[in-house]
């Protein structure tokens, strides 16, 4: 049965709005992570909420509902579909081996990335904006390498090849706008988790950007499978994952892992693509940080709510995740602060 988000009157104040909204927000919160979501009291101090309450609702009285509209997907030739998929471009292949090379100058990287002209550009208005407030304008890629660094520009670069190859997609209720902030959101959002805790920004920030990407293969693949899961989730106020796997049989993690593997991704960002809602197989050791990193990242965003969508909700996390991560409600606020911040100076930078 669906559930309306409450709606929004003009008498009601603002911290009282904030406050429902936030209730909203934590509707599918189950309890296991106590009787208040770790996530609640940072956000309440960053919207400036004081003591006004968050009374989250109790759960909905489940229902008999009836059977979502099935699809049985072969895996296999969904397997193939992925196996067709082009390589990576050669320019983009060759500008991230030269950024990765100890040795390269940024000179070198500047010239290796201006040989793909969409892409030069890409780069210059996404540095424009990390750079906002900043004197000048930066006119030039050695400027741009300069100032984003070279982890965050090896990142962005394997993000928009990736999105390319599913640029024709075509699904009913798919928003790509809001596909590719979420994405940018938990990048940065996971950057700022891993600087937190001493570990890898640069390939945090990679997994949090592309940990999504399985939503490109099925909107381009089954888009329309994709659509019916997509309107599935909004009729039952569901989330999304657990309608595709209900629809489809596969839900955007496996998917997503797919493609990490196709490209040749390391492993542990395959390990994050495909374990982020807690479904795929648990990662080696040595990768199991950036897994709760990117959980972590990903419930933040959520919370965030930089869409105001009415099907946006916070998930539950394992309460030993939270604790792996170590966040206090100061360091929480200020991760949340970050990566909000972040996003309002790069909105449009990815797009012409």
Do not use: K
Not at 326 to 337: E, Q
């Amino acid at each position: 049965m669906h559930t309306a988000a409450p709606p929004r009157s003009p008498q009601v104040n603002p911290a009282q709005a904030q406050s429902e909204r936030l209730a909203w927000l934590f509707r599918g919160c189950d309890g296991t992570q106590g009787p208040v979501h770790p996530l609640l009291q940072p956000l309440s101090c960053l919207r400036d909420l004081g003591d006004a309450a968050v009374l989250i609702p109790p759960p909905p009285t489940r229902t008999p509902q009836p059977q979502p509209p099935r699809h049985t997907i072969d895996r296999a030739w969904l397997c193939a579909r992925v196996d067709a998929l082009p390589a990576l471009p050669q320019a983009v292949l060759a500008a991230i081996r030269v950024l990765q090379q100890d040795g390269s100058s940024t000179a070198q990287c500047a010239a290796a990335l201006g040989r793909d002209p969409a892409l030069a550009a890409m780069l210059l208005r996404l540095a424009n904006a990390a750079a906002y407030g900043r004197s000048g304008r930066i006119g030039s890629l050695y400027e741009a390498v300069a100032l984003l660094g070279r982890a965050a520009v090896g990142s962005v670069l394997t993000a928009a090849a990736v999105a390319a190859q599913f640029q024709d997609a075509r699904c009913p209720g798919f928003d790509r706008q809001r596909y590719s902030r979420q994405a940018f959101a938990s990048g940065i959002a996971a950057q700022t988790l891993a600087n937190e805790l001493g570990a890898d920004g640069g390939l945090a920030f990679t997994a949090g950007l592309l940990h999504d990407i399985g939503h490109l293969v099925l909107v381009s693949q089954l888009p329309a499978a994709m659509a019916q899961a997509m309107a599935w989730a909004r009729l039952h106020d569901q989330p999304l994952h657990l309608a595709e796997q209900e629809v489809l049989g596969i839900d955007h993690a496996e998917a997503g892992a797919l493609v990490a593997r196709h490209w040749h991704f390391p492993p542990a960002l395959v390990a994050a693509v495909a374990g982020h809602h807690g479904t795929g197989a648990q990662p080696a050791a040595e990768h199991a940080w950036l897994l709760d990193v990117v959980q972590g990242a990903d419930a933040l965003v959520h919370a965030l709510d930089l869409h105001q969508a009415e099907d946006e909700r916070v998930p539950d996390l394992d309460p030993a995740l939270w604790q792996r991560l170590d966040l206090s409600p100061a360091r929480c606020a200020r991760v949340l602060a970050v990566t909000e911040q972040g996003v309002a100076a790069l909105a449009g930078a990815l797009t012409p």
